[in-house]
């Protein structure tokens, strides 16, 4: 990995409002760069931890019967290395559409930015069980930083932008799981 992308992690997880400030003139093409470099760091390190029987050890592929150890792994890796580079561009355009309903914002390219630097906690060190979480929680709040910083708008404004779509996820999740609950438990009733 470069000097240039350790020093903006450092800086990511150390002193983000500055951190911040200086990258907001980065081209996107560089951003991604360092998106996807810290991103193949947790990719292998997820698989890794696959591959040791941490978090999905096994996966249940239709015609080929449980993928265990290294298959296991090389599919979390590109599994997590797939889901992530989607989900970048995914979450990014529900925040922006929150952020142009709020203070109209720099453009969708600042908003992608502004994720993609934020996520470096998550991806550096959201494999590792239980830090795993302080690390995703490190990664909202420079979520909001970041939007703050990239679209001239106060923390307030950024944190309904980042934190309104994670709500309304998370509720839609809840809804899911007592859908599912219902219909099992309907199921075993009617056998």
Same mark, same amino acid.
């Given at each position: 990995?470069?000097?240039?992308?350790?020093?903006?992690?450092?800086?990511?997880?150390?002193?983000?409002?500055?951190?911040?400030?200086?990258?907001?003139?980065?081209?996107?093409?560089?951003?991604?760069?360092?998106?996807?470099?810290?991103?193949?760091?947790?990719?292998?390190?997820?698989?890794?931890?696959?591959?040791?029987?941490?978090?999905?050890?096994?996966?249940?592929?239709?015609?080929?019967?449980?993928?265990?150890?290294?298959?296991?792994?090389?599919?979390?890796?590109?599994?997590?290395?797939?889901?992530?580079?989607?989900?970048?561009?995914? +979450?990014? *355009? !529900? &925040?922006? /559409?929150?952020?142009?309903?709020?203070? $109209? @914002?720099?453009?969708?390219?600042?908003?992608?930015?502004?994720?993609?630097?934020?996520?470096?906690?998550?991806?550096?060190?959201?494999?590792?069980?239980?830090?795993?979480?302080?690390?995703?929680?490190?990664?909202?709040?420079?979520?909001?930083?970041?939007?703050?910083?990239?679209?001239?708008?106060?923390?307030?404004?950024?944190?309904?932008?980042?934190?309104?779509?994670?709500?309304?996820?998370?509720?839609?999740? +809840?809804? *899911? !799981? &007592?859908? /599912?609950?219902?219909?099992?438990?309907? $199921? @075993?009733?009617?056998?």
């Amino acid at each position: 990995m470069s000097p240039d992308i350790v020093e903006k992690a450092k800086g990511f997880i150390m002193d983000p409002v500055e951190t911040f400030r200086n990258t907001r003139g980065d081209d996107l093409g560089e951003v991604l760069t360092y998106f996807v470099a810290i991103l193949a760091v947790n990719a292998v390190l997820v698989g890794i931890m696959t591959m040791a029987g941490f978090g999905s050890s096994y996966a249940d592929i239709p015609g080929m019967g449980t993928v265990t150890g290294i298959g296991a792994g090389i599919g979390a890796i590109v599994g997590t290395f797939i889901g992530e580079i989607i989900g970048l561009f995914v +979450i990014g *355009l !529900i &925040v922006h /559409v929150l952020v142009a309903l709020l203070v $109209g @914002g720099n453009g969708l390219e600042a908003t992608i930015k502004a994720l993609a630097y934020a996520s470096t906690p998550g991806l550096l060190f959201g494999w590792i069980p239980v830090l795993g979480f302080l690390a995703t929680i490190w990664t909202l709040v420079l979520a909001v930083i970041g939007i703050r910083e990239f679209h001239d708008t106060t923390t307030g404004k950024a944190a309904v932008a980042v934190v309104l779509p994670m709500v309304v996820l998370f509720g839609l999740f +809840i809804v *899911l !799981i &007592v859908m /599912v609950a219902a219909v099992a438990v309907a $199921g @075993g009733a009617m056998a």
